[in-house]
């Protein structure tokens, strides 16, 4: 709405962009419907048989519009069908996460790119693979899979082995990925560990650790406008 205001007054200072002006809005507006139809086309695929007591909920209410905003400034399908399902998952379990928390994940899903979000996907698949053992600490285990993880990055986002490591630092921002310090032997850094951060985020969004793979493949699916 902030953007709206602000056109229309740079409008009214600048005549030759009254001309355009209808044709600009009426861009933004079908943008802004578009992004809403995605949402609400994913949200009715989830099929959650919402009754009438639900939506006039206050819960309801708030969690809605804090989603909408997001949705409205998100211009990726695949991002906006992610906050239709956790969404969707807040209404599945009752309303009761508190709405702080919600929004938090909220947040994560808006600042995380798709990329960043299919490597945390891609690592926390590696590690599914190879569970801690009892005679491993965090940095051994990690030697049973890093080298093919770091290939797999490579060969299906692209990421070289410095943009690999520096694209995990920044991931550490969230939360949901912690680097390894410490004195190693022959060890000098660029290796970490998923945390429970990211699996109560995938359980938000209904993202079960089997479905993982399927989930980071549909990312890159976009239907026609």
């Not at 001309?19 to 809403?36: D, H, K, M, P």
């Not at 959650?48 to 949705?71: C, M, N, P, W």
Request: proline share 2%; with cysteine; hydrophobic share 40%.
């Amino acid at each position: 709405m902030q953007l709206y205001y602000s056109w229309c007054k740079l409008t009214k200072l600048i005549l030759p962009l009254s001309v355009v002006e209808a044709g600009i809005l009426g861009t933004y507006a079908w943008f802004q419907n578009r992004r809403l139809q995605v949402f609400a086309d994913e949200f009715i695929s989830l099929k959650l048989g919402i009754s009438e007591d639900d939506a006039k909920r206050k819960e309801f209410f708030d969690a809605y519009t804090s989603t909408a905003q997001h949705v409205l400034s998100e211009s990726r399908d695949a991002k906006i069908r992610l906050f239709a399902r956790l969404f969707g998952e807040f209404i599945r379990g009752g309303c009761i996460t508190p709405i702080d928390r919600y929004e938090e994940h909220l947040q994560l899903l808006d600042e995380v790119s798709e990329r960043e979000f299919k490597l945390l996907l891609l690592l926390a698949r590696h590690e599914g693979k190879h569970p801690m053992q009892r005679s491993d600490n965090r940095l051994t285990r990690t030697n049973y899979f890093w080298a093919e993880f770091a290939s797999d990055a490579q060969r299906e986002l692209g990421l070289e082995e410095d943009n690999l490591e520096s694209m995990l630092a920044r991931l550490t921002r969230t939360g949901m990925y912690q680097e390894i310090t410490g004195a190693y032997f022959d060890y000098t850094g660029g290796r970490g560990y998923m945390t429970s951060s990211f699996e109560e985020f995938l359980c938000a969004l209904g993202i079960s650790p089997d479905a993982q793979a399927a989930h980071s493949s549909a990312l890159d699916t976009e239907p026609e406008a």
